[in-house]
């Protein structure tokens, strides 16, 4: 299945219309749609597709033959084989280019592990042959470290030769219904919150089984696919990981101060700041300040919270009970399920999903369209949103749950308001779980 990605779709075009070559990197984490977005743009044009591997070159390329003959008319390729990727290059000269070719190497990372010199080589040939040439070369991988480290950041082999690049993100709740179109509004909310949005995520998601069913079998079941997924994405990108493991496990109880955080793992504040600054990179964590702080960077009230809501899913549910699952003791985590996740998380994913709609629908919500939304609190006080411009600033309260006193809500959202310092044209909003499910 293919949605959204309009705009991603759009940026690939305008490289294909480009005079002359275009080299595009695509990144983002592993399952999120890369390799079916380059499918939907190569369909219709000449191209070579190359998934990479950790198998020996000889390998990989043997495969690509079949390919290269469809491209390139020359009988005399069907006796040639194929082992390194200069030969591959060679042989790419034999393809006219009066169409622009495109050359996709999925899973890059997996090529410089290999050869880890691959992206020094790359840069050279570049360089020297593909520049010059009708080609869109594309360079594709989930392993956001190595891509930033072959491609991306400024020591990097390859820096400064992309004409474009796409940080690919999770979908928008909106598209939960795209790919689940039976499944009711109530239970959109509580998929966002544990599946979260992640393409391939989504379509292991069975229409005709209950949500709880659901989770049990592909997230709780020790031989389904996603059970595993955390370990492996977490391993794929840092290595040896016991300390980010034992933060993300910290923070999915809700401990999401440094402070409070360094004092679980019993070790200082500064210990562990370089491993939060990591998983924000690897865009796990966000650090939210009060959206009324007028210098973040500084700002002594940080909180750390998940970005991923299925690896926060994953953390507090998976990976805090391996001792039982892993005895298949499935039941007792279905049970903890099902008396704290509406509290503990759908409330939370309501909160971010009343933000994220009131960027896309403004006007749903208040009458004027806001610069940023966000959390705010002090020491003592907590307000769930604040939306705001240059003029007019609104006060939002979310409530995910049955028969909310809306008045009542309202009098202890006014009361708190005070506590924000501001000149603003003020306005207030209780958004309800009857609200959306409208």
Known sequence: ??????????????????????????????????TALIYEYIKDKPSLFIYATEATFAIQLENLKSQLLKLIDKPYLKDIKLESFSQLFELLNEYSFDKKLVLVI??????????????????????????????????????????????LDYSAPLYGRRTSNIQLKPLLFKYIKEFLPSVSKEEQMRIFASFGTIPKYLELYEEDKTFLENVRDNILNKNSFLYSEGNFLLRQELGEVSTYFSILETISKGDTKVGNIASKLQVPSTHITRYLLKLIDLDILIKEVPITDTNPLKSKMGRYRFKDKFLQFWFFYVYKNYNLLEINQVDAVLEEIEKNFNDRFVSFAFED?????????PSKYIDFIPKKVGRWWNKNEEIDLIAMDETNICFIECKWRNSVNKEQVLYQLVKKSKYVKHNLKESFLVVTKDDYLK
Request: with cysteine.
């Open 106 to 151: 999925d899973e890059y990372q997996n090529l410089c592990k290999v050869d880890k010199s691959f992206s020094s080589w790359l840069q050279m040939i570049w360089d020297m042959q593909l520049k010059s040439k009708n080609i869109h070369l594309i360079l594709s991988g989930s392993v956001i470290s190595m891509m930033h480290s072959e491609i």
């Open 353 to 361: 999903f009343v933000a994220q709609d009131l960027m896309q629908n």
């Open 1 to 34: 299945m293919f949605y959204n990605r309009e705009n991603e779709l759009q940026i690939l075009e305008k490289e294909y219309k480009r005079d002359g070559s275009a080299f595009t990197v695509i990144y983002g984490r592993r399952r999120v749609g890369k």
